[in-house]
């Protein structure tokens, strides 16, 4: 029977939260595995072990893992009992049809009182293993290593391991609303967040019928791309049109932008009041618009009442776009859309206002009744990962007390 050895991110779980944050770990762990026949998740020594099924369909299983925040690394391993000769038979066992140029042996020991230290067992297992393969030892730049667990009931060994995301366990620094565009920059600031422990709540602003749904259609997409960390979520679909048609109608073009920002964490500030999340999050990155100014961040953040975190503001854009490739968002953001900002607004906004001219302009426009009807046209769709394991057998995912609710589970 195989098993999972998994290392979880020491530094992060250090204190008296840690077992709080191993108990979530271990719950996402299930969660993020469910259907895939793993029942159990055991704390062996700093490490977390899962049994596997006879029948695991490991590529699976690995996919999901690397999804788990929280987690250093993990490997695929066998067992064998506490000494070293049911040791170097058991890899015998492994070894078994597999062909090994390169390799060397990495040991670490939780069990100290097993009579060989690390160092011995890597010397004594890679003489066993150079004996039986035609393989050279290569301790810079191995083909394999095989990375040896002494526990103290047993030792777990597995030819080479993978990187988990690192991070903390989702859900354990509560949650947050996140502002997704349609663009590069706002999923990898999602993302940032869900892996400091986050959960993340989306809200997205559409112009229809002044524009097109392209944006919706992208916004879904991305969400069903971030909800492979957090295996369920929802977005709120806001309409965002009447907002626009009456700011333009109060304010100058050069302000229009950092209005609609304003009018946008106002009603995120209600999305986040409704869904019990404890700050807003936004892709804005210093200096790389005319609304991302310093003053503008400043006059925007008065709005409201809740922190908005901007975990890209001292990114460049080089580094925001490599992350968003490797997420897997940067595909889905560069498809064409038309995005709600770009309504009504000169080709110059300002890049400086003052909370005066601001609070004149806005002393023109209904605010609360403009952010009321927002939130009661809301649409809110679902998302689950795992999509069959989890989802439920009606597509109605229960009725938010304002919004409609849609179901959006993938096919
Ligand atoms: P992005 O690449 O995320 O669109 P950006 O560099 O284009 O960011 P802006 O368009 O100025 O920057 O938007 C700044 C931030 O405001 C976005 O990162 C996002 O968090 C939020 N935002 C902008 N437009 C929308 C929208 N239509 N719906 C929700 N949030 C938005
Ligand atoms: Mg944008």
Same mark, same amino acid.
């Given at each position: 029977?195989?098993?999972?050895?998994?290392?979880?991110?020491?530094?992060?779980?250090? @204190?008296?939260?840690?077992?709080?944050?191993?108990?979530?770990?271990? %719950?996402?762990?299930?969660? &993020?595995?469910? /259907?895939?026949?793993?029942?159990?998740?055991?704390?062996?020594?700093?490490?977390?072990?899962?049994?596997?099924?006879?029948?695991?369909?490991? =590529?699976?299983?690995?996919?999901?893992?690397?999804?788990?925040?929280?987690?250093?690394?993990?490997?695929?391993?066998?067992?064998?009992?506490?000494?070293?000769?049911?040791?170097?038979?058991?890899?015998?066992?492994?070894?078994?049809?597999? #062909? *090994?140029?390169?390799?060397?042996?990495?040991?670490?020991?939780?069990?100290?009182?097993?009579?060989?230290? =690390?160092?011995? #067992?890597?010397?004594?297992?890679?003489?066993?293993?150079?004996?039986?393969?035609?393989?050279?030892?290569?301790?810079?730049?191995?083909?394999?290593?095989?990375?040896?667990?002494? *526990?103290?009931?047993?030792?777990?060994?597995?030819?080479?391991?993978?990187?988990?995301?690192?991070?903390?366990?989702?859900?354990?620094?509560?949650?947050?609303?996140?502002?997704? =565009?349609?663009?590069?920059?706002?999923?990898?600031?999602?993302?940032?967040?869900?892996?400091?422990?986050?959960?993340?709540?989306?809200?997205?602003?559409? =112009?229809?019928?002044? +524009?097109? /749904?392209?944006?919706?259609?992208?916004? %879904?997409?991305?969400?069903?791309?971030?909800?492979?960390?957090?295996?369920?979520?929802?977005?709120? *679909? #806001?309409?965002?049109?009447?907002? +626009?048609?009456?700011?333009?109608?109060?304010?100058?073009?050069?302000?229009?932008?950092?209005?609609?920002?304003?009018?946008?964490?106002?009603?995120?500030?209600?999305?986040?009041?409704?869904? /019990?999340?404890?700050?807003?999050?936004?892709?804005?990155?210093?200096?790389?618009?005319?609304?991302?100014?310093?003053?503008?961040? &400043?006059?925007?953040?008065?709005?409201?009442?809740?922190?908005?975190?901007?975990?890209?503001?001292?990114?460049?854009?080089?580094?925001?776009?490599?992350? &968003?490739?490797?997420? @897997?968002?940067?595909?889905?953001?560069?498809?064409?859309?038309?995005?709600?900002?770009?309504?009504?607004?000169?080709?110059?906004?300002?890049?400086?206002?003052? *909370?005066?001219?601001? /609070?004149?302009?806005?002393?023109?426009?209904?605010?609360? #009744?403009?952010?009321?009807?927002?939130?009661?046209?809301?649409?809110?769709?679902?998302?689950?990962?795992?999509?069959?394991?989890?989802?439920?057998?009606?597509?109605?995912? @229960?009725?938010?007390?304002? @919004?409609?609710?849609?179901?959006?589970?993938?096919?």
């Amino acid at each position: 029977m195989h098993h999972v050895v998994i290392h979880y991110n020491e530094i992060g779980l250090k @204190g008296r939260n840690r077992p709080l944050f191993l108990r979530r770990l271990e %719950a996402n762990l299930l969660q &993020a595995t469910a /259907g895939t026949g793993i029942r159990r998740v055991d704390e062996r020594s700093g490490r977390l072990v899962l049994p596997l099924p006879r029948d695991a369909d490991w =590529s699976t299983i690995r996919e999901r893992l690397r999804c788990v925040f929280g987690v250093a690394n993990f490997s695929l391993a066998d067992r064998s009992d506490l000494e070293m000769s049911a040791l170097k038979a058991a890899v015998d066992r492994a070894l078994e049809g597999r #062909v *090994l140029t390169s390799f060397k042996v990495s040991t670490r020991r939780a069990y100290k009182q097993f009579p060989l230290s =690390s160092e011995e #067992v890597n010397r004594e297992l890679g003489a066993h293993v150079l004996e039986r393969t035609h393989a050279r030892v290569s301790l810079e730049d191995p083909e394999v290593t095989i990375h040896v667990e002494v *526990l103290p009931r047993d030792i777990y060994f597995a030819f080479g391991r993978e990187a988990g995301p690192g991070g903390l366990p989702l859900g354990v620094s509560g949650s947050v609303v996140a502002l997704l =565009s349609g663009g590069i920059d706002s999923p990898v600031a999602a993302y940032r967040l869900m892996k400091r422990g986050c959960r993340a709540v989306f809200v997205h602003f559409h =112009s229809r019928p002044y +524009q097109d /749904g392209t944006s919706r259609a992208k916004a %879904a997409d991305l969400v069903r791309c971030l909800t492979r960390f957090q295996f369920h979520s929802r977005l709120y *679909l #806001v309409p965002f049109a009447e907002v +626009q048609r009456q700011i333009v109608a109060a304010a100058p073009g050069p302000l229009r932008v950092v209005l609609y920002r304003r009018c946008m964490v106002r009603i995120a500030a209600e999305v986040a009041r409704r869904e /019990g999340a404890k700050a807003l999050v936004t892709g804005e990155s210093l200096g790389q618009v005319a609304s991302q100014t310093l003053d503008n961040l &400043a006059v925007i953040e008065e709005a409201v009442a809740l922190p908005i975190l901007r975990p890209l503001i001292g990114s460049d854009k080089e580094e925001i776009v490599r992350q &968003a490739r490797a997420l @897997g968002s940067y595909e889905i953001s560069i498809l064409p859309d038309q995005d709600c900002c770009s309504l009504f607004v000169p080709r110059h906004p300002a890049t400086f206002s003052t *909370l005066a001219e601001v /609070g004149q302009a806005e002393s023109r426009l209904p605010i609360p #009744v403009l952010v009321r009807t927002a939130m009661e046209q809301a649409e809110i769709q679902a998302f689950e990962f795992p999509e069959s394991a989890s989802a439920p057998s009606a597509p109605a995912m @229960g009725r938010n007390d304002r @919004g409609t609710v849609e179901a959006c589970v993938d096919p």
